[in-house]
């Protein structure tokens, strides 16, 4: 503790004007120079909700001192040990910025994409559409997915249809973590938790308050834990916490499916081991080998070693690639080969 003091206070006492000139361009980077006011924005792809929506946020946002104080930031930040970036951006041109914060190696180390977290369905189309910006070119940075945050109605909520919610927390974990980049795994997944429904009465959310009924809001993804089935408040607490705990989330609690082969939180411990342990998978190559609108096959490679992935998030079965040579299985979901003919619904897996 002594030696973390000394040196926190000797980049106090030796950085201080730096910082200082930081939060400076900190400010100019999110505000015109000018401190003109954004026009109203009289265009929109959905009924707006929020005050922030009835901007065009030209002035406020994506201003061009932004990408020279990233730099600063992270040359700051890399000055510590033990340190990861994540650079977070909304906006009109997303993609555009978190190339332009990520490029080259002075910049922030990777860039959280939602592309998937407002998708109405997660489909072969999606997630190619998606990827393909991030080819792995030169200097490129470092992709981030997530599936599910507390921001967005859980994954297996949105997208499962009338697949079982275990077997469909399973497969989309699988595609996740076959992914070139980082995964972040948003709490309550590798429990397969499903969107909690919150009454009026318990709502948290201002945005969901102010906007009743027209939108739900986020309290349904912010609920507490569910560590165990012993009390009113599935082991998160012996108080009432902000917001209620969804009964159908205490029949997955973490002590219930700790240990159980079957569960998906054993199924999440088992994925991870994997990737930890696969070189492609850790940070290889990514390609996409079968261009069909509706299964997707990925192939992962580091050196010598591939990787495969193939998954059926369709509620059909589809027929096998000619030619397609099956590697040796390490992990699977559902049933993904039947008589080495066809991928059967929801399922897949990944194999050497």
């Not at 994409?113 to 072969?124: E, G, I, S």
């Not at 997915?145 to 249809?161: I, K, L």
């Not at 399973?170 to 973590?177: E, F």
């Not at 980082?182 to 590798?190: K, L, P, R, S, T």
């Amino acid at each position: 503790m002594q030696d973390q003091n000394i040196v926190v206070e000797r980049h106090r006492k030796g950085e201080a004007l730096w910082v200082r000139r930081l939060r400076t361009r900190a400010g100019l980077a999110r505000h015109d120079l000018k401190l003109r006011n954004n026009p109203p924005q009289t265009k929109f792809k959905r009924p707006p909700t929020r005050p922030h929506d009835f901007q065009s946020h030209i002035y406020s946002m994506s201003q061009p001192e932004l990408v020279p104080f990233v730099e600063e930031l992270a040359h700051l930040i890399n000055s510590y040990p033990n340190r990861f970036t994540v650079a977070e951006v909304g906006g009109p041109f997303p993609l555009e910025e978190m190339k332009a914060f990520t490029h080259g190696s002075k910049r922030l180390n990777s860039a959280y994409n939602f592309d998937f977290l407002y998708a109405d369905a997660l489909n072969a189309d999606t997630i190619r559409n998606t990827v393909k910006d991030w080819p792995g070119e030169p200097r490129e940075g470092w992709p981030s997915w997530a599936f599910s945050n507390h921001d967005a109605p859980r994954a297996v909520s949105r997208w499962r249809n009338t697949c079982d919610p275990d077997q469909y927390a399973k497969l989309i974990a699988m595609v996740l973590l076959s992914l070139r980049g980082n995964a972040f795994i948003y709490q309550g997944e590798e429990l397969a938790l499903p969107q909690s429904e919150i009454s009026f009465e318990d709502l948290q959310d201002p945005e969901a308050i102010a906007n009743w009924p027209e939108t739900l809001g986020r309290d349904g993804a912010r609920t507490p834990m569910p560590w165990s089935k012993g009390n009113d408040y599935a082991g998160f607490g012996t108080a009432k916490p902000w917001l209620p705990v969804d009964p159908a989330h205490a029949r997955r609690a973490v002590d219930l499916q700790d240990g159980q082969d079957s569960s998906t939180l054993e199924f999440y411990k088992t994925l991870i081991a994997l990737r930890r342990d696969s070189a492609p998978l850790r940070a290889g190559d990514m390609d996409i080998i079968y261009d069909d609108q509706e299964l997707l096959i990925l192939r992962r490679h580091e050196g010598a070693q591939i990787v495969l992935a193939l998954f059926n998030l369709t509620d059909k079965p589809l027929p096998v690639p000619d030619g397609l040579n099956i590697p040796s299985i390490a992990l699977s979901v559902g049933h993904p080969l039947r008589v080495q003919d066809y991928i059967a619904p929801y399922s897949g897996f990944i194999g050497e």
